[in-house]
């Protein structure tokens, strides 16, 4: 498929457990355990789960800000795993990201402008002129206005916050943008605001998201196709209009059964699950999700079920379509 931009193979990412007086290794914290996905030019991929499911380790695992155990990041035919320091600064240029906390991702000592220049500088892209040019520029983009520029993160709304941070990773004009639950901090009335934004960037800028949330209800906004993450896995993977009609992962089932409808004379029956988040320091055997799952058999305690094509562009991880 020609129009692959990011391709995903065999991502793990394994934190050891160290103890005792001499500090020796006791075990791994599987964060990312084996996930496989792409994501094509000009499409958002929303990826969900529950939090601690390694779906933020997973983005920051595609910019190399944590490093991979394992597998292959392909980013327009390069593996970013083989590219050296040096070689890896000049890739973000194309591939930014926009972070959870807008207050915690801005530096409260630089003002707005010098934020935004920094991108430029630090690549090389343009006088000192074109830069306050562009911060300029980026700033009306994004709903905010040019004399904002001299002012500090501090003096800004959360909602004006996280555009700023959007602005910031547009500066480059990148070609995808890893979108790390950019409006989960934010009040509610802002998120449609900032969603909204980001749509109408994508069509202005030709990007393609990733999309990072726990939220459903957002995802299915924004997103063409989703993934859902559980306990460092993907268990099913499709487009957002199939994954909300007819899911096929118990988990999935699970997960949109608990959105409320916004409507009270509409009543459904809510699938509560059962029993706790395993820890990913001991994972279970076989199916991750058998612990809870309803629909439990001998095989999905004993047999990992691998992420298989069910019907056309709909995958999932699942024994019961064995």
Request: proline share 6%.
């Amino acid at each position: 498929m020609d129009d692959i931009l990011l391709k995903v193979e065999g991502l793990k990412k394994y934190f050891p457990i160290t103890g005792g007086i001499f500090g020796k290794k006791k075990g791994d914290v599987k964060a990312v355990d084996d996930v496989d996905f792409y994501v094509r030019k000009g499409e958002t991929l929303g990826l969900v789960g529950e939090s601690g499911c390694g779906k933020s380790t997973t983005g920051r695992m595609l910019m190399r800000l944590i490093e991979p155990t394992e597998g292959q990041v392909i980013f327009e035919g390069k593996d970013l795993g083989k590219l050296n320091a040096n070689e890896m600064r000049k890739m973000r240029k194309d591939m930014q990201m926009v972070f959870q906390d807008p207050f915690a991702s801005l530096n409260p000592r630089h003002t707005v402008e010098k934020i935004l220049e920094e991108p430029l500088i630090v690549h090389g892209i343009g006088t000192a002129k074109e830069r306050k040019q562009r911060v300029k520029e980026m700033l009306e983009v994004v709903g905010l206005s040019s004399y904002h520029a001299k002012r500090y993160p501090h003096q800004f709304s959360g909602g004006q916050r996280q555009r700023i941070g959007i602005a910031r990773a547009l500066m480059t004009k990148p070609k995808l943008i890893i979108a790390d639950e950019p409006v989960s901090a934010l009040d509610v009335s802002i998120q449609s605001q900032v969603l909204n934004l980001l749509e109408d960037l994508q069509k202005e800028f030709q990007l393609t998201y990733l999309f990072i949330a726990h939220d459903l209800g957002v995802v299915r906004h924004i997103s063409d196709r989703v993934g859902v993450m559980y306990l460092g896995r993907l268990v099913e993977i499709t487009t957002a209009e199939k994954l909300y009609e007819k899911p096929l992962h118990p988990y999935t089932q699970a997960l949109l059964a608990a959105v409320p409808i916004p409507d009270p004379s509409l009543k459904k029956a809510r699938e509560l699950l059962t029993g706790d988040l395993p820890s990913p320091s001991d994972p279970p055997k076989g199916c991750a999700f058998h612990t809870r799952c309803k629909e439990c058999m001998e095989v999905c305690r004993t047999t990992r079920p691998e992420l298989r094509e069910l019907e056309p562009g709909h995958f999932a991880a699942c024994h019961l379509y064995g």
